[in-house]
């Protein structure tokens, strides 16, 4: 099992960027791939983004391609999100999780983070 735990929420203005972080502990980060999701009030968990092991492969969202970078560090055990240009739509609890190999998928991720949240005002 792998504990996540988000950072790096907060409440921005449209337009502004914010830079969302996952540090993990417990089994070998390197061995999993990272995936962030997010979740607004009254709807479905949503896939974001997501990174393979070693970071060689990355998936990105349509509503947020452009606009969002994933990327790792094995070293620190951690996984970031650099979400610019943020939308009010943007507004959710962002979540990491980690699982086996990548995927967009919800299913796809065994272990999940408590969440952060991000606000985004028009």
């Known amino acids: 099992q792998v504990q996540l735990v988000e950072s790096g929420g907060g409440l921005v203005q449209a337009g502004g960027s914010l830079r969302l972080s996952c540090a993990a502990s417990g089994r070998t980060f390197s061995r999993y791939a990272m995936g962030w999701f997010r979740q607004a009030p009254g709807k479905e968990r949503e896939f974001v983004a997501a990174i393979s092991w070693s970071g060689g492969t990355t998936y990105d969202a349509d509503s947020v391609k452009g606009r969002f970078t994933i990327s790792r560090d094995n070293a620190k055990n951690t996984v970031y999100l650099q979400m610019n240009s943020l939308k009010p739509e943007d507004t959710a609890i962002y979540y990491c999780?980690?699982?086996?190999?990548?995927?967009?998928?919800?299913?796809?991720?065994?272990?999940w983070g408590q969440g952060t949240q991000v606000t985004v005002s028009s």
């Open positions: 999780a980690a699982g086996p190999i990548i995927s967009i998928a919800t299913r796809g991720y065994d272990d």
